[in-house]
Every structure is written in structure tokens, then in C-alpha cells.
């Protein structure tokens, strides 16, 4: 009998952009895959896919601790009753109550993917769940024919530090990689004004505002020749962005809020630069992978899972958090510079061939549920 994989995502809409390829290639391989979700609106897209799904009841960035237990609950008896043989959690809320269900039901084999730790590890997160979370992952992961993928060191070593896992369990993955033959190299548009596009959700801690005070120190000198490009929907983290907040800020010609748009691969190819002045605990940013892929140069933080993605002056450049008076000198010196844009964008195009092809994320998330199926970790 095919072992039963059951893949584990907060929102329906992240396991399209982030996981589709890799449940694909597991169902091709010969695993009974089930995805539970919870759902936004996309559910039906998933099962066009060809995959069977159950929607998950949960709130991706509440704190209430009855609502937490109750997604706890919903896990530990959907895992009695359908007892997979390997739960692979996407994310910190699903990893934090799947992984104790999952121990809890007695599932043979985890994998947990830390897709960036975002309000729970921050500093000012004072909540019960955030009190709670180092002791309660401390207990669901002490067990064996457990694996925990990466995507950057420092929240492995939060991990490590907090004794959750022992070095056996880590696993590094850079991101949840990209179809290079999709994403391929397009060189910029070589008409109209120079577009800086940053694509992330509206959240305050994803440098929305960073790059709008930016974007204000350049208008004098650019605002007739550049365009700065928001794209991404309103969120219900606590941090998010109002849509009035928006509509004040944006002036709907040299900066512009897109809102959520699915066309972003071709925004990407429209665009000259992409930014990205996030000090949000970021895992590793798609967005970020995707530019690169396209032949973008990146003007990021060095900051968690961003700097991954950038090496300083080669293909983009990091600079400090919250630091607008940086990234309008990064910009400036891009948007004066076309053939340095150039020469960074087949750069950018160079780093994602050799460490984001979705071909190599799929193979070793294939190993490691081997390891699992077969009770090797």
C-alpha cells in the first residue's frame, strides 16, 4: 500500500504559490497525498489539481488560546481517524499544533518546514502562544523519524538554541524554490519609466513604509521618470496595513498600491528593480527567489532569509533595516545606471540557477520522506 503523506498548510492560497510542485512530484512518486488547508477561496484550484483535500479550521495569525486549541484538537482526531504515515507541517501555526497532535496521535513519521518565523519569535510578542511556544515545540519534537527543513541558519539555530531539535533533525533547504523554465531570464523593458516593484503582503514589518519614505526622498529628482510599484493584498496579521492607510500614502501614478494581483510573473518582466526592505522574520522570500529568477537586480535587507537571496554589489544590494535613507541611495544609483542594471540582472539570474531550482527542492523533499516512509531518521 502507498504510504499516506498528508501535506499541512496554513491558507489554501500558500500551498499554491509555495508547495503545488512538491505534492505533484510526491503523488508521481507513488504517495497517497491529502492536503489540509484551510480555505480561502483557492480550494477549488487545488482540486483541479488532482488532489484530495480536507479544509482546515484554523485563524493563521490569531492568538486565542481556545481557537489555538481547537485547531490542536481538529488535528490529533483527523490524524487518529486517518492515521498518515507522514505529516509534513508548512509554516509555524501548523507546525506548533500538527506536530503535537501528530505526537500525540502516534504518526510514524514529521517533517516540519519553517517557512520564517514571523510575529511569534519577535521581540514585542508578549501573547500567551508566543510565552508558550519554545516549551510546547520542545515537547512535540522530542521524538525520532523526525526531520525539520531550514531555510536560513538563523532560525536553525533559534531551534538549536532553544533545544527543540537536535542537529540530526535539521535540514537545509533554500526556499521553496522556482520553475527556471517559467521564471526565465527577460531582460528590462526598454521603453517608459523605470518601475521598482516590491510584491509582499501589507504588513508594516515587510518595509511597505521604508520604501514609501524612500520613494519621497527621490520625488523631486524622479517623479516623472520612475514609478514605485506596491503589490500585494491586506492581511489579517496583527501588523497589517489599513487599505485607507494606502489609499493616503499612494498617489496612484509615482507610487502606486496594486492591491493582490495574480500576474506577477509579468510585473516582474515589466519592472527594472525589484525592493524589498523587510525586517519581518522572513523564512525565504519567494518574491525575492522569483526576481532573481527573472533577471532583476534586488535591493533587500541583511536581514534573516532576505540577504540569502543577495550578494551585496554583485547582483543587488543589502542594506541596513529601516533604513530609507539607504535605500533611496541604492535606488538612485540604479535607476542612473542601466548597464549596471543589466549586469546585475544576469548576475540575479545566476544565483537562482545554482541554488533555486524547484527541480533540486522537490528532490530533497523527496529523500526526506523516504527517510520517514522507510523510519530512517
Known sequence: MNAKLFIVVNVDWFFLSHRKDIAIAACKEGYDVTIVTKDTGKLKDIVALGLRVIDLPMNRSGQNIVEELNTCKF??????????????????????????????????GVVNAVSGLGIFFSEDNKSMVAKMLPKVLRFSHHRSNLAVIFQNDEDKNLFLKNRIITSQQAFYIKGSGVDLKQYCY????????????????????????????????????????????????????????????????????????????????????????????????????KSLIEADAIGRPVVTTNSIGCKETVIDGYNGYLIPVKDSNALAEKLEILFENKDLREKMGRNSRTLAERDFSIENVIEKHLNIYSLLANSKL
Open 75 to 108: 488535528l490529533y482526531n483527523l490524524y487518529k481517524k486517518e492515521k498518515p504515515d507522514i505529516v509534513h507541517h508548512v509554516g509555524l501555526k501548523t507546525i506548533l499544533w500538527g506536530t503535537l497532535a501528530a505526537k500525540l496521535a502516534q504518526v510514524k
Open 186 to 285: 527577460t531582460a528590462e523593458p526598454n521603453e517608459g519609466k523605470i518601475k521598482v516593484l516590491l510584491t509582499a503582503r501589507m504588513i508594516v514589518e515587510k518595509g511597505i513604509w521604508v520604501l514609501v519614505e524612500a520613494a519621497e526622498k527621490l520625488r523631486n529628482k524622479y517623479q516623472d521618470k520612475v514609478e514605485f510599484l506596491l503589490c500585494g493584498g491586506l492581511d489579517d496579521n496583527p501588523k497589517a496595513i489599513k487599505k485607507e492607510e494606502l489609499e493616503e500614502k499612494c498617489d496612484g501614478s509615482y507610487i502606486q498600491w496594486l492591491g493582490y494581483r495574480t500576474d506577477v510573473l509579468d510585473l516582474l518582466k515589466q519592472c527594472h528593480i525589484v525592493a524589498f526592505p523587510s525586517y519581518y522574520k522572513e523564512g525565504l522570500p
